[in-house]
């Protein structure tokens, strides 16, 4: 999910200072209202709020509890209406809290 909308390999990626990989990366954009911090440059000519419901059902998807995740049933009625409402997504299992890099 965050590959597809950031442009970036989630391998290698790292942000400035801190050890983030791209999921957390994602996660912690998403919760922080900051969601457009990962969108490509590329999607420009896109919708922000259509992007950003895409993290939001990226992360959705990633859920470590099988019943959290969305069926692809609820995702493509998700993607054409937006009178849906999306659940709060969880931590992710993988989320790796960001910390200086020590050298």
Not at 7 to 13: E, R
Not at 19 to 47: C, H, K, Q, R, V
Not at 76 to 94: C, F
Request: negative net charge; aromatic residues 6%.
């Amino acid at each position: 999910m965050p590959e597809i909308v950031s442009g970036k390999k989630s391998s290698g990626f790292s942000c400035g200072q801190t050890a983030e990989d791209l999921l957390s990366f994602a996660w912690n954009n998403w919760g922080d209202g900051t969601a457009s911090y990962l969108i490509d440059p590329a999607l420009n000519g896109g919708s922000r709020s259509e992007i950003t419901r895409c993290i939001h059902i990226g992360l959705l998807c990633i859920q470590e509890n099988v019943a959290d995740k969305p069926t692809m049933a609820s995702i493509v009625l998700v993607l054409n209406s937006y009178s849906t409402t999306l659940p709060v997504p969880a931590e992710p299992a993988l989320f790796m809290h960001s910390g200086s890099v020590s050298q």
